[in-house]
């Protein structure tokens, strides 16, 4: 086999979490009169709860201290557990759960490399944590995408190597972070805001697991 293993990123790929953080985002924002638009939540895509909330500051024009920050993001985090504890295996993405199955099925291995820390939850109430042999989420790395961490610390996990590896993304940070790690990336999305992936699909309706020998 040209390939061992697939690479899931979580938001935006398998489930779309992005309209929550969104939401849970623009509740905290009021705050400091802060309204957070479609255009720079497309910025927070792959991106760490901290990294999301200093550039939110920035578009703000706010200056907080570390306390302050602290408590906005628990309470933003708060938030957005709220909104994800009624989330149910029908928000699982089109097509995704026909893809993992053809995978399975023709013997690859399976991890996720997400940069949430609510990724094992979300996991869980959509039942997709069965797929997975292992997941490796915001709360195992310490460097946030572009950098390769979370993809390589997964590909270790599988015991591969990265040139066996294709990863799915739809941030530009998690493109970014699969190519510097090694990895073929497919991106989920729109070529006119996603570059540098090896393959971009619009949704897992639109790819076949054969493709992969292509990529
Ligand atoms: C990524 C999302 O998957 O996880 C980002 O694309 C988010 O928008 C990041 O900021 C961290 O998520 P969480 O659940 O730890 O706040
Ligand atoms: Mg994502």
Request: negative net charge; proline residues 3%.
């Amino acid at each position: 086999m040209k390939y061992k293993a697939c690479l899931f990123d979580l938001d935006g790929v398998l489930v779309d979490t992005a309209i929550y953080h969104f939401q849970a985002w623009r509740t905290l924002g009021k705050q400091f009169d802060f309204e957070l638009s479609h255009e720079q939540n497309e910025e927070l895509k792959g991106i760490s709860r901290v990294e999301s909330l200093d550039k939110i500051l920035h578009w703000a024009q706010f200056q907080a201290t570390q306390e302050q920050k602290d408590i906005w993001l628990k309470e933003k985090n708060e938030t957005y557990l709220e909104l994800i504890s009624h989330m149910n295996p029908s928000e699982i993405l089109p097509g995704v759960l026909t893809f993992l199955k053809q995978l399975k099925d023709q013997g690859y291995l399976i991890a996720l490399g997400s940069a949430s820390k609510n990724a094992q939850i979300i996991l869980e109430k959509t039942g997709l944590i069965t797929w997975f042999q292992a997941i490796i989420d915001g709360n195992k790395v310490t460097k946030s995408k572009p950098d390769p961490e979370v993809f390589l610390k997964g590909v270790e996990a599988l015991a591969c190597s990265p040139a066996d590896c294709i990863v799915f993304e739809d941030a530009q940070a998690g493109i970014d972070a699969a190519k510097a790690g090694g990895m073929k990336v497919v991106g989920i999305g729109s070529s006119a805001i996603l570059f540098g992936a090896d393959k971009i699909i619009p949704s897992f309706n639109d790819i076949q697991v054969s493709d992969l020998l292509l990529l």
